[in-house]
């Protein structure tokens, strides 16, 4: 027992001190193996009564003890991770569960687009005149920074908790986490910028931006508020064509395919000028969620 203890030590500590490249596998054979030797005569002195030999051999069945008790700490450690693992994964399918039954599913498609698409991408189209509350998730934690940067336009600005900073760096270095994948990072820098630069001329953009955010990692109900924000900030905005398909998209994520189809009907007649990509990307989307 003692014996492979040591052994089993030993070729841990081999394999994690050993250099890339590692040992040649007869080199490690024959320390292993030397070592061996080693452990039998130390058992011998042991049996013979050598008191050195006791003592190491005292030591040895400490390191065991130390060895089992780490073993059982780790089993139970991993299985605490399995349960919280298990844990956060039936609360983001009750999380999603709830988004899908918001109350708007159950509007009449032209009804639940117009309270979508109202002041925002309406006949009306002038930033100038749009108002109405904005519409966003209630759980949220910028909520409020969200009612404040897309409420009336021209109003006055809400008060913002976050530190004043430069709109340019703030934008550009939150483009730049978007463009390396660091979505997490993005979403943090863009939900400031707009908090606390809504009036800022590249607004209709960072909300855009914001919903890419949410949309690459599923999040709808999320993407579906920043779009919103986006063509409101900017009806006629030059990500406004493509702000509206990643809405019905976002729609249609949600399960809520209908409410998609009728916010994908508008696109004609609110972007007429729309560039062919976009018109493209309207037609994909359409065919996805099989609207007729």
């Given at each position: 027992?003692?014996?492979?203890?040591?052994?089993?030590?030993?070729?841990?500590?081999?394999?994690?001190?050993?250099?890339?490249?590692?040992?040649?596998?007869?080199?490690?054979?024959?320390?292993?193996?030397?070592?061996?030797v080693?452990?039998?005569?130390?058992?011998?002195r042991?049996?013979?009564?050598?008191?050195?030999?006791?003592?190491?051999?005292?030591?040895?069945?400490?390191?065991?003890?130390?060895?089992?008790?780490?073993?059982?700490?780790?089993?139970?450690?991993?299985?605490?991770?399995?349960?919280?693992?298990?844990?956060?994964?039936?609360?983001?399918?009750?999380?999603?569960?709830?988004r899908?039954?918001?109350p708007?599913?159950?509007?009449?498609?032209?009804?639940?687009?117009?309270?979508?698409?109202?002041?925002?991408?309406?006949?009306?189209?002038?930033?100038?005149?749009?108002?109405?509350?904005?519409?966003?998730?209630?759980?949220?934690?910028?909520?409020?920074?969200?009612?404040?940067?897309?409420?009336?336009?021209?109003?006055?600005?809400?008060?913002?908790?976050?530190?004043?900073?430069?709109?340019?760096?703030?934008?550009?270095?939150?483009?730049?986490?978007?463009l390396?994948?660091?979505?997490?990072?993005?979403?943090?820098?863009?939900?400031?910028?707009?908090?606390?630069?809504?009036?800022d001329?590249?607004?209709?953009?960072?909300?855009?931006?914001?919903?890419?955010?949410?949309?690459?990692?599923?999040?709808?109900?999320?993407?579906?508020?920043?779009?919103?924000?986006?063509?409101?900030?900017?009806?006629?905005?030059?990500?406004?064509?493509?702000?509206?398909?990643?809405?019905?998209?976002?729609?249609?994520?949600?399960?809520?395919?209908?409410?998609?189809?009728?916010?994908?009907?508008?696109?004609?007649?609110?972007?007429?000028?729309?560039?062919?990509?976009?018109?493209?990307?309207?037609?994909?989307?359409?065919?996805?969620?099989?609207?007729?």
């Open positions: 027992m003692i014996r492979s203890v040591c052994l089993t030590v030993l070729a841990l500590a081999m394999f994690a001190t050993a250099p890339a490249p590692a040992q040649s596998r007869r080199e490690m054979t024959e320390r292993i193996d030397a070592t061996e080693r452990i039998g005569r130390l058992e011998e042991f049996m013979a009564g050598d008191p050195v030999a006791d003592t190491l051999m005292q030591r040895l069945d400490a390191l065991d003890y130390q060895v089992r008790e780490m073993t059982g700490e780790i089993e139970r450690l991993s299985f605490e991770n399995r349960q919280l693992r298990q844990q956060i994964e039936q609360a983001e399918r009750q999380q999603r569960a709830a899908a039954a918001a708007t599913a159950n509007l009449p498609a032209d009804d639940a687009a117009a309270a979508w698409m109202q002041d925002g991408i309406g006949e009306a189209g002038d930033a100038d005149t749009a108002t109405g509350p904005a519409i966003v998730n209630p759980d949220d934690p910028f909520a409020p920074q969200r009612a404040a940067a897309t409420g009336v336009l021209g109003g006055a600005p809400g008060a913002s908790a976050l530190p004043a900073s430069d709109p340019a760096v703030l934008y550009e270095d939150a483009r730049g986490r978007l390396d994948g660091d979505f997490d990072g993005a979403e943090a820098g863009f939900e400031r910028f707009v908090a606390e630069h809504g009036d001329p590249r607004a209709g953009e960072a909300w855009y931006w914001l919903g890419e955010t949410f949309f690459v990692r599923g999040h709808h109900a999320e993407s579906a508020d920043a779009y919103i924000a986006s063509l409101r900030a900017q009806p006629a905005g030059e990500r406004a064509p493509d702000a509206l398909v990643r809405l019905a998209a976002s729609l249609h994520g949600l399960g809520q395919t209908r409410e998609a189809c009728a916010t994908l009907a508008r696109f004609g007649g609110q972007f007429p000028n729309a560039s062919a990509a976009s018109r493209d990307r309207a037609a994909r989307e359409s065919a996805r969620a099989g609207c007729q």
